[in-house]
């Protein structure tokens, strides 16, 4: 006998880790709110919540706040993540975050600013238009470069690029990494976007952006040129 469909969308969310926002469970608890309620209540049973964003392709689960201190806490040192990484793992995923994500984002809000004239009821069910292409890769050799010394060297970077590929974080295609489903999910933008942006990693990201900005005017050079 089939399970109900809160249930078997639970079940799913814990044993996929993210199901795809098209799926038809997930548009389900996305517009249905009584739907979605019980969804949520019994995920707080259990000390999980739901995770979804308007601008991400997936939906997932994560530890409720309230709980976090029993989980994490519960040993003699506190643990960040519950995937095996250390720290340098860690200081890994937020850095791919900002390269993927946070650029992402800033083309997603541009795109629903231009569209903020149209009404779509059922705009919260689906990713915005720009999510769709989901996010540009980043080339492992340039990560190396840019960041593998202060990652641990290329040894501790491929070993916890691994563990992120396995847990769904990245993907990993002919040497460049791209955005994995619970990338996007993985940290609340409100809170991490402007203490990247305005903190530690500000300059090393503006120096990257103006490389990349530099590779295309180059070439527009050399082809007036020629």
């Not at 619970?182 to 940290?187: E, M, N, P, Y």
Request: one cysteine or more.
């Amino acid at each position: 006998m089939d399970s109900e469909p809160a249930a078997r969308l639970i079940a799913r969310l814990v044993a996929e880790r993210a199901i795809p926002r098209d799926d038809r469970l997930a548009q389900r608890v996305l517009i249905d709110e009584a739907f979605r309620a019980d969804v949520e209540q019994r995920l707080a049973a259990c000390g999980l919540r739901l995770l979804d964003n308007p601008f991400a392709t997936h939906i997932g689960v994560g530890l409720d706040a309230a709980v976090e201190g029993a989980v994490f806490g519960a040993s003699d040192q506190w643990r960040s993540n519950n995937f095996g990484l250390q720290r340098d793992g860690v200081a890994l995923l937020v850095l791919l975050w900002a390269l993927i994500i946070l650029p992402k984002r800033e083309r997603q809000l541009a795109r629903r600013a231009d569209d903020s004239g149209q009404n779509d009821m059922f705009g919260d069910a689906k990713p915005t238009p720009a999510a769709a292409d989901s996010s540009r890769g980043l080339p492992e050799s340039v990560l190396m470069d840019d960041y593998g010394r202060q990652l641990g060297g290329k040894a501790r970077v491929n070993i916890n690029l691994g563990i992120l590929s396995r847990t769904g974080f990245v993907q990993r295609r002919n040497r460049i990494i791209f955005e994995g489903p619970l990338l996007d999910l993985a940290f609340d933008y409100a809170q991490l976007a402007p203490r990247i942006i305005e903190g530690a990693l500000r300059e090393l990201l503006a120096e990257r952006r103006n490389a990349a900005a530099a590779i295309p005017a180059a070439e527009g050079e050399s082809g007036a040129a020629s």
